[in-house]
């Protein structure tokens, strides 16, 4: 009767053959964890400069809130109070929205410099590797050629 062949055995020698570098991968996992160190804190310095800019923004429309509701002695002073508002408040808006582009601006740039950097990085650790993997590869063959 036919002995049927360890499959297992024949793999685990297969496997064994070529060896596996994992300082590669911790390189990898090390750039990977820096880039998001980075991209965190440029989110969170972004979030803080939003809400500074929000927090100023409502401070204001409230004192002008308070300026409007104050009693007039015209009836033709409310219309005034209230056209003066809304134009100061048209006004002060477009100042924020610019503070806010230019908060998304740094956001982009940022980013896009880290990911730049990133991707530097990570090509240099690829370019080793392959290097690496390939000798080793190339040394597991002429062994296992030897046998």
């Not at 297992?8 to 570098?21: E, I, L, T």
């Not at 809130?65 to 048209?90: E, R």
């Amino acid at each position: 009767m036919a002995k049927t062949q360890d499959m297992s055995a024949m793999f685990k020698d297969v496997m064994g053959s070529f060896p596996v570098d994992t300082a590669s991968m911790e390189d990898a996992f090390k750039t990977a964890t820096s880039l998001n160190e980075k991209l965190s804190t440029v989110a969170i310095d972004a979030a803080e400069k939003s809400t500074e800019i929000s927090s100023k923004w409502t401070k204001e429309t409230l004192a002008k809130l308070g300026d409007m509701s104050k009693a007039k002695a015209d009836p033709a002073d409310y219309a005034k109070a209230m056209t003066d508002f809304a134009s100061s408040y048209a006004e002060v808006t477009a100042e924020h929205m610019a503070a806010f582009a230019e908060v998304a601006k740094k956001v982009q740039m940022e980013t896009v410099e880290l990911m730049m950097a990133a991707g530097k990085d990570m090509s240099e650790d690829a370019s080793a590797a392959v290097k690496k993997a390939t000798g080793d590869m190339t040394a597991a063959a002429k062994k296992a050629a030897a046998k």
